[in-house]
């Protein structure tokens, strides 16, 4: 590979706040040190179909505040095909594009060391997911902001659950992992919190609400990640699961429906169920998201000027480091059951659904 000239930035996968800012510090730092720019629009879909567009400052000046992605981003099947991947590889040659900054969750970086793979392009990999769930890195932006978003909602449903008397389930975003509901869970003073990593049995979740009652507490609050399963579910393989999942889906809608029914069935308490959904992506980035995107998008840019290429700059001890794409793709980070902060919101008193 000759000497870098020309980078093409995409966004990929879920929206995260905090790539806007990270959109931006690639560029001027690129444009900084005499390269060039090229935006590609709507992922690898962008790629395939050669909606790209040259960048310059004046391109990403006020968006650091801005959520979302001026990129866009979108679902692009014809990139899993060895046809579609070689009208990338043609469009992006065609464009004068000589490497790629692919923002994005593991997914999108899985894509990015597929493509480098069969093409030999330079690609370097940036942490952008609100689930915090790509593995090498202590901290993906989008994360903290999505933690303001959810524990807010907490906070909200906190004046009405008391009011009322309730138990309130709040369930968030978190397939696979449950970062997102453990940290806003505590943020926002939730006294159940369910994840995917800790199996939960109905036993716990009753006991715990009726100590609360026994102590005057007349209102409790549940966060739940829309991943999180039961102990009994957790016995059955993948495909058992997915079966179960879908018998279940014309009665619930989704976990927090599953468990609140259980709950005024075994106790007889009133149920309401809050889903935030995609809100939990939305809004502005806060400082830090705007501030850890701009240092992970401006060591981008120095790691192809350096030709160091099939990196991802990520977080480790509050330090910007690096570690190879490969390392990364099809891996997922998950909360330790041990960890600090698990064993910490056990010493807080809140039941863990275990």
């Known amino acids: 590979m000759g000497t870098v000239k020309c980078i093409g930035i995409l966004t990929s996968g879920g929206d995260a706040p905090g790539m806007n800012a990270a959109i931006r510090a690639v560029t001027r730092a690129a444009i900084y040190n005499g390269l060039q720019v090229k935006g590609i629009y709507r992922g690898y879909k962008g790629l395939v179909t050669g909606e790209i567009k040259e960048f310059k400052s004046q391109n990403v000046s006020n968006i650091i ?10 679902r692009c099947k014809e990139f899993t095909t060895p046809e579609g991947r070689q009208l990338a590889y043609d469009n992006m040659k065609k464009e004068g594009i000589d490497a790629l900054v692919i923002i994005g969750g593991d997914g999108s970086l899985t894509g990015a060391r597929i493509f480098a793979q069969e093409f030999d392009v330079p690609c370097i990999g940036l942490p952008g997911t609100i689930d915090n769930d790509l593995y090498g890195t202590d901290m993906s932006f989008g994360f903290q902001s999505a933690i303001d978003i959810a524990s807010n909602t907490i906070d909200c449903i906190h004046t009405t659950a008391a009011s009322h008397s309730r138990v309130f389930i709040v369930e968030l975003m ?17 006294d159940i919190i369910l994840i995917p990593e800790i199996p939960y049995k109905m036993e716990s979740i009753i006991n715990a609400i009726s100590k609360r009652t026994q102590e005057g507490k007349h209102f409790t609050i549940i966060a739940v990640a829309e991943g999180a399963i039961s102990q009994e579910e957790a016995l059955l393989t993948k495909k058992k699961l997915k079966e179960l999942r879908a018998s279940e889906a014309g009665k619930y809608p989704s976990v927090a429906y599953k468990i609140g029914d259980k709950i005024t069935e075994l106790c ?20 830090y998201d705007r501030v850890l995107a701009t240092r992970l998008g401006v060591k981008a840019a120095e790691l192809i000027m350096a030709g160091k290429y099939g990196y991802m700059p990520c977080v480790k001890n509050n330090q910007i480091d690096i570690i190879p794409i490969s390392e990364v793709a099809g891996k997922t980070r998950k909360v330790d059951p041990q960890s600090d902060v698990v064993l910490q919101a056990r010493q807080l008193g809140l039941c863990l659904g275990d």
């Open 65 to 74: 505040q801005l959520g979302g992605t001026i990129l866009k981003t979108a």
């Open 174 to 190: 978190g397939h696979k992992t449950g970062w997102l509901t453990l940290y806003a869970g505590i943020a926002g003073g939730a």
């Open 268 to 287: 007889g308490h009133e149920v309401r169920v809050t889903v935030p959904g995609h809100v939990q992506r939305g809004g502005q980035p806060n400082a």
